[in-house]
Every structure is written in structure tokens, then in C-alpha cells.
């Protein structure tokens, strides 16, 4: 299946932090979808299969965690690049799946884009 690169998935049930994400990430010249859980998202992958990039914040509402989700859609589509996204933790690198990076909350917008823009190139 072909992907989108520049087609970004965010799923962060905050609904100001994924405002102000989703606006930073179409102002860096992105295609933004976005989701308020994991549940969502999973819809929203089926019905858009040229997501090129799952953007999730770990805690998640509903029945499965943002890790979760990423290693399903690690698992059933390894063509997505993955970055999960935490401010309450920090991610030991041998708990994430393979093609997963994790970025720190706070994060700065121009580190975000750089990683989404590097793995899309691998």
C-alpha cells in the first residue's frame, strides 16, 4: 500500500493540545487527520489508508492505550511511520516496537516535524 508522507494521523484526547498540534503540523505544510482516542483512530486508519505517520500521546480514553494502538498499527501496517508522545513518562526504547520513536511533552514543533519528516524517509 502506498502512503502519503506528507498525511499525518494526531491522536491526543486533549482537545487544545491536539488543536494547537494539528495547527502546527498543517502550518509545516502537512495533511493532518486527527483523533480524540485510540478507538477513533483505528476507524479513521481503516477509512484513510494513505496515513503516512501516527502522531499518539500514550494515555489514551476508551479501550486501549496510545502504546497500544501503536503496536497494532505496527503489527498490521508496517508501512506507518509511528511517534508516540508522553509528558508523564519517558519510554524505555526496548518497550516500543521496532519502527516506533518517542517524543517527550513538552515538545518543540520543529523537532516534531523533523521526526515525522525523517522516518518518512526511511
Do not use: C, W
Not at 503540523?25 to 486508519?45: N, P, Q, R, T, Y
Not at 496515513?51 to 502504546?67: E, R
Not at 518497550?95 to 522516518?119: A, M, T
Amino acid at each position: 500500500m502506498n502512503v502519503d508522507v506528507d498525511l499525518v494521523l494526531v491522536v491526543e484526547d486533549e482537545v487544545l493540545i491536539r488543536m494547537s498540534l494539528v495547527e502546527d503540523l498543517e502550518d509545516a505544510g502537512l495533511i493532518v487527520l486527527e483523533a480524540g482516542s485510540a478507538d477513533e483512530a483505528l476507524k479513521l486508519l481503516d477509512e484513510n489508508p494513505h496515513v503516512g505517520t501516527l502522531f499518539t500521546d500514550v494515555n489514551m480514553p476508551g479501550a486501549i492505550s496510545g502504546l497500544d494502538l501503536a503496536r497494532l498499527v505496527s503489527q498490521s501496517r508496517p508501512d506507518i511511520s509511528i511517534v508516540i508522545s508522553s509528558g508523564y513518562l519517558r519510554m524505555p526504547k526496548d518497550e516500543l516496537p521496532g519502527n516506533v520513536s518517542f517524543i517527550s511533552k513538552p515538545y518543540d514543533i520543529e523537532r516534531v516535524v523533523k521526526q515525522i519528516r525523517g522516518l518518512a524517509r526511511l
